[in-house]
C-alpha cells in the first residue's frame, strides 16, 4: 500500500524558515517524481514544487521561486521541501504527492502558519 | 499561463440524480494530462479521473471523464451521498508546471 507521511509543519514568524518532510513507502520511491501541492485556508489547490526521481530536475511556481527549495533523499525514501523568508500568504497546507503526471497519491498534509 | 475555470461554483442537487461538471481551459490541454479529484472537508484530494476520461484505482465506474482540447467534463451518473465534495481539474504542461481550477462544490439540495 501506498503511503505518504508529512511531517514538519507549525507555527513560524514572517521572514523564518521551516523544513517539510514526507516519508514514502509501499512504493519505488526513486521510481517517482515527487511534488508538494498546498492550500490555504478555504481556498482551492496550487501546486508548488516537483522534483524528478533522481532529483536531477526541480520546478516551482513563480510564487516561491528563489525562496523554498525541493530536495529528496532516495536511500531515505525521502522528499523535502525547505521554506525560507516565509510570508503570510504561504500560510497553508502542505501536501505531498506523488507524481506520475498526475497526483496519484496524496498525503494526509502538514499545516504551515506564518504568523507573528 | 494555462487557466483553468471551473463551473459551476457550486451544484446542488440530490443523491440518485446526475452531475455533470466542466472544466474550461484558456488555451488547448493535452487529453493525456487533464486529471480530476475530489475532496472532502479535512481530507487530502483523491484523484478520480486522470488522461480526460481513465478512472483511477477504485474508483466507481459511476464517475466517467470526456473532452478535448478546452472542455473536459466530469460525470457523476447517480449521485451517492458520499459523492457530495469539491472537485478540482488539473492540467499538466507548460508554465507554471501544473494549474488546478478553482472547483466546484457539488452539496446535497
Known amino acids: 500500500e501506498v503511503q505518504l507521511l508529512e511531517s514538519g509543519g507549525g507555527l513560524v514568524q514572517p521572514g523564518g524558515s521551516l523544513r517539510l518532510s514526507c516519508e514514502g513507502s509501499?512504493?519505488?520511491?526513486?521510481?517517482?517524481?515527487m511534488s508538494w501541492v498546498r492550500q490555504a485556508p478555504g481556498k482551492g489547490l496550487e501546486w508548488v514544487s516537483t522534483?524528478?526521481?533522481?532529483?536531477?530536475?526541480?520546478y516551482y511556481a513563480d510564487s516561491v521561486k528563489g525562496r523554498f527549495t525541493i530536495s529528496r533523499d532516495n536511500s531515505k525514501n525521502a522528499l523535502y521541501l525547505h521554506m525560507y523568508s516565509l510570508r503570510a500568504e504561504d500560510t497553508a497546507i502542505y501536501y505531498c504527492?506523488?507524481?506520475?503526471?498526475?497526483?496519484?497519491?496524496w498525503g494526509q498534509g502538514t499545516l504551515v502558519t506564518v504568523s507573528s | 499561463e494555462i487557466v483553468l475555470t471551473q463551473s459551476p461554483g457550486t451544484l446542488s442537487l440530490s443523491p440518485g440524480e446526475r452531475a455533470t461538471l466542466s472544466c474550461r481551459a484558456s488555451?488547448?490541454?493535452?487529453?493525456?494530462?487533464l486529471a480530476w479529484y475530489q475532496q472532502k472537508p479535512g481530507q487530502a484530494p483523491r484523484l478520480l479521473i486522470y488522461?480526460?476520461?481513465s478512472r483511477a484505482t477504485g474508483i466507481p465506474d459511476r464517475f466517467s471523464g470526456s473532452g478535448s482540447g478546452t472542455d473536459f467534463t466530469l460525470t457523476i451518473s447517480r449521485l451517492e451521498p458520499e459523492d457530495f465534495a469539491v472537485y478540482y481539474c488539473?492540467?499538466?504542461?507548460?508554465?507554471?508546471?501544473?494549474?488546478f481550477g478553482q472547483g466546484t462544490k457539488l452539496e446535497i439540495k
Open positions: 509501499g512504493f519505488t520511491f526513486s521510481s517517482y517524481a
Open positions: 488539473q492540467q499538466h504542461g507548460g508554465s507554471p508546471r501544473y494549474t
Open positions: 504527492a506523488r507524481d506520475a503526471v498526475r497526483f496519484d497519491y
Open positions: 488555451q488547448s490541454v493535452s487529453s493525456n494530462f
Open positions: 488522461g480526460a476520461s
Open positions: 522534483i524528478s526521481g533522481s532529483g536531477g530536475s526541480t
